[in-house]
């Protein structure tokens, strides 16, 4: 069955420090892939999109990396500030999306 | 321009009742899916409609249903409430389906069923 994995449940970073996340996946060829910021109970807020045809994408501070070979994107915050501190999802599509459990990042000042 | 309204933000119903939840998407989105979000399973994808037919369905049972109206707005229905089914519910938009268009979310319905 179609497994998506991301790396740790919970991540804690030095604020200046980068912030690197997993998003490892099996039996499924995801024709893109997105990241997703979420704050405690609010909705999921779309970052970034990368598809299986790209390496690597960049939006200011964030990078994301698309490995469709190992089947990993993996999720960069550079100079990470406290104010990044918020649980990131990565979700795969095709027809549809399917999300991660999401990693709980928290960036101490 | 708005963004994604989902009603009621939160409402407790007692097992065996059915709940009735909506969603108005983004002006001019013809996409609307709807999740399951509980801390041991995540984002779990429930139903896509477009053109206010289901394009896609997750792995959920028949409790769980939805429509899509002419104006793209969406509700989803439980039947029978389950404990388990406490959660919130999350709906989104985007422009049309699939094709990695950027999905917009809702605040979501927190749904305690006690």
């Known amino acids: 069955s179609q497994k998506i994995e991301q790396n740790s449940e919970a991540l804690n970073i030095q604020e200046g420090k980068t912030a690197t996340l997993t998003c490892n996946y099996t039996?499924?060829?995801?024709?893109?892939l997105q990241w997703y910021r979420q704050d405690p109970g609010r909705g999921p807020v779309f970052l970034l999109l990368?598809?299986?045809?790209?390496k690597e994408k960049r939006k200011e501070r964030l990078k994301v990396t698309f490995d469709t070979t190992l089947k990993q994107s993996l999720f960069h915050i550079t100079a990470s500030q406290p104010a990044d501190s918020a649980t990131y999802l990565c979700?795969?599509?095709?027809?549809?999306?399917?999300f991660g459990a999401g990693t709980r990042l928290t960036v101490k000042p | 321009k708005a963004g994604v309204t989902q009603t009621p933000r939160y409402l407790i119903k007692t097992r065996g009742q059915q709940v009735t939840l909506s969603c108005s998407p983004i002006s001019g989105h013809r996409s609307v899916s709807w999740y399951q979000q509980t801390p041991g399973q995540g984002l779990q994808f429930l139903f896509e409609?477009?053109?206010?037919?289901?394009?896609n369905k997750g792995n959920f049972p028949g409790r769980f249903s939805g429509r899509q109206f002419s104006n793209s707005r969406s509700e989803m229905n439980v039947s029978t409430l389950e404990l388990g089914d406490s959660a919130l519910y999350l709906c989104?938009?985007?422009?049309?389906?699939?094709?990695?268009?950027?999905?917009?979310f809702g605040e979501g319905s927190w749904l305690t069923v006690v």
């Open positions: 039996n499924y060829s995801p024709a893109y």
């Open positions: 409609y477009f053109s206010e037919t289901q394009r």
């Open positions: 979700a795969l599509g095709n027809n549809d999306m399917r």
């Open positions: 990368i598809r299986e045809n790209e």
């Open positions: 989104a938009s985007s422009l049309e389906a699939g094709k990695g268009n950027t999905i917009y």
